[in-house]
């Protein structure tokens, strides 16, 4: 059974959790996505429009607003 939470919405969801600094270990690639923590973008009034604009990359956000990241871009659409 195909999972109706596929690669793109992992990759929103990774955005999302970035975006707004929730706690989590994130790591994205062409083949798998990894996210410990974070949060599923809240689609109410509006869907979240962020965007990654890098194929790879690794993130650590931690309590406190300290973000580590190899993703140096913007997150707008």
Request: glycine share 12%; with cysteine.
């Amino acid at each position: 059974m195909k999972s109706k939470f596929g690669k793109q919405e992992n990759i929103r969801a990774i955005t999302y959790s970035m975006d707004l600094l929730i706690p989590g270990f994130y790591f994205w690639c062409p083949y798998f996505t990894i996210r410990i923590g974070g949060a599923i973008p809240d689609d109410n009034p509006y869907k979240y429009p962020g965007k990654i604009h890098s194929s790879t990359g690794i993130g650590l956000v931690l309590p406190g607003y300290k973000i580590f990241t190899s993703y140096q871009g913007s997150y707008d659409a």
